[in-house]
């Protein structure tokens, strides 16, 4: 029988929001209004009593660490966004199936440039244009989407 544990996740959001002035709350942040800042953490225990392939015994066990940096500079209309993952995992041993695919290292998942303009021509028509690399989920995740479970 597989089972599987999650020991630990978290997620951190820095952003500027200001506290309504009723409140008489001073600023958690004092980032400036063009930077948004996100680090979120994921730490997952695994482990699997009973193997499924018949050459192999016992059980396995990893112990995995994700973690996603991201950063948004923004200017009027137009800004630069990048995330970063680092995902690896450890615990396990040399009889583990777990390898290379299974472990990402650092890479970079999206860094890119956008523009918007409102209210072009005499239709009012709005345009938004990115470019570089990007990551996203279409169709409900059917036709393209991102990977949801590599560590």
């Known amino acids: 029988m597989a089972s599987v544990a999650t020991l630990l996740s978290a997620s951190a959001a820095i952003a500027q929001t200001e506290p309504s002035p009723e409140s008489g709350a001073k600023p958690a942040s004092t980032m400036p209004n063009w930077l948004q800042i996100h680090v979120e953490e994921r730490l997952r225990y695994e482990t699997l009593d009973e193997r499924y392939r018949p050459t192999e015994e016992g059980g396995d066990q990893q ?23 680092d995902s690896r995992a450890t615990l396990d041993d040399s009889a583990s199936t777990v390898n290379t695919s299974h472990e990402l290292g650092t890479k970079e998942l999206q860094l890119y440039a956008g523009a918007a303009w409102k209210d072009l021509g005499e239709r009012k028509l709005s345009v938004q244009v ?17 990977n949801i479970y590599r560590n």
Request: charged share 30%.
């Open 63 to 85: 112990l995995d660490f994700r973690t996603r940096f991201q950063v948004r500079l923004a200017a009027r209309n137009f800004w630069l966004y990048s995330e970063t993952q």
């Open 130 to 146: 990115e470019a570089g690399r990007l990551t996203r989920d279409f169709g409900a995740r059917r036709l393209f989407a991102r």
